[in-house]
């Protein structure tokens, strides 16, 4: 055992010097009680690489936004080309990071998306000059595939089922978006606006009728005050 | 695996300290303690696997994640296996749900240890024992299958009961007048941080019985000494040299359960905190510890406590406070939290005694506690006893080791025979 006359405590491990002071340590005859021993590991390396890839991605993503922007105003071509790489990096920021964070609740990730991505489509039809076949195909589109999506994890999920019912009913209320959007003049294909409402109508009324009692303790849960 | 939280109760709501935890808490205030048991020999990882699997269903508090709901945050059933880990980072980092299939508690090893890392939400230090308690005494039954009865083997050594989910706060709660304990700014430690997220780990043993004793002829109690103890070492290092016009604010959580006489696995705890004016440059550590015991018996009542909690409760009941989105609730929290925090100059806590019953008490040699440092709070210190050695230990953000030496060369003053650990951030590696 090996002691340290300053501090006048014993230290056990491999020191040589003390850990609270530096001197250097005498040995000294153990105190005789028993001592938990406990080791740690060594992590003096792993600190350093601190979260060096997604800086890096960052460092990189701002460069090609700030390269399309120079390129774009020194050789003008009468298009802003550039929005469209930045609306993209902004799409790609704001969707991977949270895939690699949260890892469950896939349903809310899907709402998420469908959400993100028919924003994407209104901001690239802007871009591109406005001819409207965001709102009238590309969201119509991507409300029907949502709602597919989620029944399908429904029917297929044995275990978490339960808590995507409560998504499967909201992204259903969301497949009547088209047709207020038709109703207020902006979507032109009665169609697509005729089919996702029927899904939507589908899958709310699905949900309030055959998962009545997961919805509404869900609610009671989402809800509680 | 078998369902944890009956039909009824697929979720509960966070208890009503619990509430300031998922707001505050960044990769910077992780909101995270760490209790550890070490055995006689290395930990067989596939065993505290097995053992973690074995005992979860007996505490369903822990086997939950957190939720976002449009008022309060909520906690849901996870009905997912946690892993265990070897240890491979520094105490008490952030808990990222994802990493372990969103639960909010982690089982690491390393070497004879096995530590449990809590997150505020769950539970409290009184809490976690039990489940870490619950987790050792499972693994020891399987890792030495041959040293217990059946009859031991059988038995389920603690658990949680439904009951035991109830929020102690709201069932001890009076309507109150009073309606702010705010107190103002505190010292704040100074010093040269460590590199990024580097932790130092400082454990100090002592002898219970002997410390014990010199309590006793001091005429306090050992949480009153060691709070004592510490508050010179902050002002020996720090405050004589540069005096401050703020006191030196220690925040000491209180465990209620006793008090209330109630058994809640829930967060279950209020704080006094123990404020020293330290302007003087010729204080002595007696007048120091005569101050604190004042101060101790003066806080810590029932009917202190019970107006601190039903003050919680109380603004939770309120209809402004209730109906406002989550959002915004968190938005103004944070604020409030900022606030207070400034009041803080360090946290000490001592959870108490750590051993395990008769049959497996053989198995164990130690046991260790520690808390989150955070910025405005560079050091912190945590106790606990097993097997009757008390074990207090120091995290820090600090370049120096001042505070801790102050501390161990006045306890060893005292007669007491000290000796120390390190998790190797100290004075030969920086
Ligand atoms: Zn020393």
């Known amino acids: ?225 | 695996m078998a369902k944890r939280i009956d039909e009824q109760n697929h979720w509960h709501r966070l208890d009503n300290t619990a509430n300031i935890f998922p707001v505050t808490t960044s990769k910077n205030e992780s909101n995270v303690f760490r209790l550890s048991m070490t055995l006689i020999a290395p930990v067989a990882p596939e065993l505290l696997q097995q053992a973690l699997e074995m005992m979860l269903p007996r505490f369903p508090g822990f086997a939950v994640l957190l939720r976002r709901g449009a008022f309060w945050f909520y906690l849901n059933e996870n009905n997912a296996v946690p892993t265990i880990r070897e240890e491979s980072d520094y105490p008490c980092r952030a808990i990222n749900p994802a990493q372990n299939n969103d639960f909010l508690f982690r089982v690491t090893y390393y070497d004879k240890r096995i530590n449990v890392e809590i997150f505020h939400v769950l539970t409290d230090g009184t809490g976690g024992v039990q489940f870490l308690r619950a987790l050792c005494c499972q693994y020891l039954m399987l890792a030495y299958p041959t040293r217990f009865t059946e009859e031991e083997k059988a038995k389920h050594w603690y658990e949680q009961h439904v009951a035991e989910t109830n929020d102690g706060y709201v069932s001890n709660y009076r309507p109150t007048k009073k309606t702010s304990f705010s107190i103002g700014k505190g010292y704040r430690i100074r010093g040269e941080r460590l590199l990024l997220d580097t932790l130092s780990v400082v454990h100090t043993y002592i002898p219970l019985q002997p410390l014990l004793a010199l309590c006793r002829g001091k005429g306090v109690t050992i949480t009153q000494y060691v709070t004592a103890c510490i508050a010179w070492g902050v002002y020996t290092t720090q405050l004589r040299k540069r005096p401050s016009k703020h006191p030196l604010n220690m925040y000491l959580p209180i465990n209620l359960r006793k008090l209330f006489g109630t058994n809640t696995a829930l967060n279950f705890f209020s704080n006094i905190y123990i404020s020293l004016d330290m302007q003087a440059d010729d204080l002595h550590f007696n007048e120091i510890l005569a101050e604190v015991k004042k101060q101790f018996e003066e806080k810590i009542s029932r009917g202190n406590m019970l107006e601190k909690i039903s003050y919680t409760v109380g603004s939770g009941y309120n209809p402004a406070v209730r109906f406002v989105p989550l959002p915004l609730k968190n938005l103004a929290l944070r604020i409030m939290f900022k606030q207070g925090a400034k009041s803080s100059s360090l946290a000490f806590s001592n959870v108490g005694d750590m051993s395990l019953p008769a049959p497996f008490a053989q198995y164990v040699t130690g046991a260790s506690f520690l808390l989150s440092c955070v910025p405005r709070e560079p050091i912190k210190f945590a106790a606990c006893s097993a097997n009757g050695l008390f074990t207090l230990s120091f995290a820090s953000m600090l370049r120096s080791q001042e505070i801790q030496q102050a501390i161990v060369q006045k306890m060893a003053e005292d007669g007491l025979e000290v000796t120390i650990e390190t998790n190797g951030v100290d004075y030969e590696s920086v």
Request: hydrophobic share 50%; net charge positive; glycine share 8%.
């Open chain 1, 1 to 225: 055992m090996k002691a340290c006359d300053i501090c006048h405590a014993q230290v056990t491990g491999t020191h040589e010097f003390c850990p609270l002071c530096g001197k250097r340590l005498q040995p000294a005859e153990p105190y005789g009680y028993t001592l938990p021993g406990n080791r740690y590991p060594d992590l003096s390396r792993i600190s350093a690489q601190y979260n060096f890839m997604l800086r890096l991605l960052l460092f990189l993503s701002l460069l090609g936004g700030g390269v399309s922007v120079l390129v774009n105003v020194l050789v003008p071509t009468g298009f802003w080309w550039c929005l469209i790489v930045i609306v993209a990096e902004v799409y790609l920021w704001l969707t991977i990071p949270p895939l690699l964070r949260r890892a469950r609740n896939y349903a809310k990730r899907l709402l998420f998306q469908t959400l993100l991505t028919a924003l994407l489509m209104v901001a690239l039809d802007f871009i591109i000059g406005w001819r409207g076949w965001s709102v009238s195909y590309a969201i119509p589109s991507l409300l029907c595939a949502g709602i597919v999506a989620i029944a399908a994890m429904i029917v297929f999920s044995r275990t978490n089922w339960p808590q995507y019912v409560f998504y499967q009913f909201t992204m259903g209320l969301l497949g009547f978006i088209p047709l207020v959007l038709y109703f207020f003049g902006l979507s032109t294909s009665i169609v697509m606006v005729l089919i996702t409402a029927a899904l939507g109508l589908g899958s709310v009324l699905v949900t309030v009728v055959f998962g009545d009692r997961s919805l509404k303790s869900d609610f009671r849960r989402r809800f509680h005050f």
